[in-house]
């Protein structure tokens, strides 16, 4: 109770491109490993993501909702003063002023 919660946003289209051109081959490289031990780990990471996707972490209109629908329900369940919506390139000045720290600059 009473923490600060910071959530991190970019536009969705920028998120699933960084999304499907990193985790998604390694993943998919992964679980055809000749290693055993690799493809049990990747099979964690696939299982996982398959789990928040709803079984389908390549479909690019479902793992869009699902990134937005998860963004929204942590706007809606999270009280305004505990939370901080933060835009990437935004700078430090809404990131300081959430945690009441003066923005130094570099020397």
């Known amino acids: 109770p009473g923490a600060k919660i910071i959530l991190t946003v970019r536009a969705a289209s920028d998120w699933l491109e960084s999304f499907s051109s990193t985790i998604v081959p390694v993943v998919k490289k992964g679980l055809q490993?000749?290693?055993?031990?690799?493809r049990r780990k990747i099979g964690m990471t696939h299982e996982l993501l398959s789990m928040v996707f709803n079984g389908d972490y390549e479909n690019r209109e479902n793992v869009i909702n699902t990134f937005n629908k998860h963004n929204k329900s942590i706007i809606d369940s999270i009280p305004?003063?505990?939370?901080?919506v933060f835009e990437l390139g935004a700078g430090w000045g809404p990131l300081c002023g959430f945690l009441n720290v003066a923005v130094r600059r570099a020397l």
């Open 33 to 38: 490993s000749d290693s055993a031990d690799r």
């Open 80 to 84: 305004e003063n505990e939370l901080l």
